[in-house]
């Protein structure tokens, strides 16, 4: 026979179509370059030199323009206290006039004719920078004194910081710009965006957008459609390539085919780990009843995520008896019914022996033994009292039979009172508490018995069937 145990089942739930969006990685190379060639060419400037940084100038520029003694040197920051690095490095010793433009968004240098436009801060010491000869180099110069005329809230001349004097410069309506113009609102519709590779700009994301990259490669996010690509608040009529580069992708998990990857939803350095399976162990579940045991799970399979496919195990444990059940009143009950019966029996099959087949034949021995009233017992006492006068003058063992006759009417109201109401259960072994009944059984086989047993009990609120403990 089949005992009942604790049984062990488990569920294989697939995640496998479950969405994930992440960064691909296309190209790993970096575009980036020192400025050792611009460096050369502001160290050979014949006139002048212009700079507009939105942060302090790296050192390795500012050497060049000491090591020119023959130009003039007009800067714009953005803001002199977060660039004061380079504010204190221009005095007497090496005079230029600074100016201080607020809206500044974007790093560029003019020498002499030609111009340099660069993705990020020059405070970079490597960068990513477009070239622009004499018949390009027009739109830049004329934004550079704009700004530096127009826009300017603080100036530097030698050692002194005060609050520059306007000049006024021909606004942008009066001069159509024919590679790089300055605008003032973003669109929302782009062919490719590019963002630097930082969480905080998360959100550029979500503007509509074939494709969507992140680069180490770029310190502000770029914006690319029809031939043309917007930057700070340039819009340059120029193709430019990011090569190190992640896409943005969304695919169903079951086709990530690699191990680690950049989720958009957490810290774009931290990689995440895809893993194809996992078994977890959840906790054991003690049933209700045994007969439900095999349909056993746990109220929900908590997923975790990124794992394909999630082996849950789980063990079912049949219930048990409580602990302050003990074993069943009733044994002590069925004991004493019995040795009271045992009692009568003996007694009647003893008198039995002193009397002829006439009186035995009117004797109706009580075998139902139901509960006795005692007017009951009085009857059956009367009833043998007319057969002892029956017999006082023929049966010389009258005495002897009358005591025999007592005997068996007192055990026999004996029997009738100690006889249990409910039955011992033939499968299990029987406990109880105060409230509870619980019969406890060790085979499956004994189920379906101990359910019809469970019926006749209906003094306790409870009647529970249990599994003996293994």
């Known amino acids: 026979m089949r005992r009942i145990v604790v049984i062990e089942k488990s569920k294989t739930i697939s995640y496998r179509d479950d969405i994930i969006e992440y960064f691909k990685p296309k190209d790993s190379t970096s575009n980036k370059k020192s400025y050792g060639n611009i460096i050369d060419k502001i160290k050979n400037a014949k006139s002048l030199v212009k700079i507009a940084s939105t942060s302090y100038i790296d050192e390795n520029i500012i050497d060049a323009l000491y090591a020119n003694k023959n130009i003039n040197s007009y800067i714009i920051l953005k803001n002199f206290k977060n660039s004061n690095k380079t504010v204190q490095r221009f005095d007497s010793r090496k005079p230029a006039i600074l100016r201080q433009v607020e809206e500044l968004e974007n790093n560029f240098i003019l020498i002499d004719k030609v111009a340099y436009l660069f993705i990020n801060p020059l405070s970079e010491e490597t960068n990513i920078s477009l070239y622009f000869d004499e018949s390009e180099a027009n739109d830049l110069e004329f934004i550079f004194n704009y700004y530096f005329w127009n826009r300017a809230t603080k100036e530097k001349l030698i050692d002194k910081v005060s609050t520059s004097i306007d000049s006024p410069f021909p606004p942008f309506s009066l001069r159509k710009q024919k590679v790089v113009n300055v605008i003032e609102q973003i669109e929302y519709k782009y062919e490719k965006v590019y963002v630097p590779r ?37 819009i340059i009529q120029r ?23 950049i989720l958009r939803e957490k810290e774009w350095r931290d990689f995440t780990i895809i893993k194809e399976k996992k078994e977890i162990d959840l906790d054991s579940i003690v049933s209700t009843t045994i007969d439900l045991m095999n349909d056993v799970e746990p109220k929900e399979f908590s997923q975790e995520k990124y794992i394909k496919e999630i082996i849950f195990r789980w063990k079912i444990v049949p219930p048990y008896k409580s602990k302050d059940a003990t074993k069943s009143s009733l044994y002590k009950e ?3 019914f019995k040795n009271s019966l045992k009692k009568y029996e003996g007694e009647k099959i003893q008198t039995e022996s002193l009397l002829n087949k006439n009186i035995l034949n009117r004797i109706k021995w009580s075998t139902t033994y139901k509960k006795l009233t005692l007017a009951d017992y009085q009857y059956q006492y009367s009833e043998f009292d007319k057969i002892l006068n029956e017999i006082k003058k023929e049966n010389k063992q009258y005495k002897k039979i009358k005591e025999r006759l007592k005997n068996i009417a007192s055990n026999l109201f004996k029997v009738s009172t100690t006889k249990p109401k409910y039955p011992l259960p033939d499968v ?43």
């Open 198 to 234: 930082d969480r905080k700009y998360n959100t550029i994301l979500d503007i509509e957008s074939k494709e969507k990259y992140f680069s180490e490669d770029i310190s502000t996010p770029i914006y690319i459609n029809n031939n043309k690509f917007l930057v700070g608040n340039f």
């Open 334 to 336: 069925h004991k004493l």
């Open 428 to 470: 299990g072994v029987l406990y109880e508490n105060r409230d509870s009944y619980f019969l406890e059984i060790e085979y499956w086989d004994e189920l379906d018995r101990a359910k019809k047993i469970s019926i006749e009990y209906d003094n306790k609120n409870n009647f529970l069937i249990v599994s003996k403990e293994n």
């Open 239 to 261: 193709d430019i390539n990011i090569i190190n580069s992640w896409l943005l992708v969304k695919e169903r998990l079951g086709d990530i085919p690699i191990s680690k990857i």
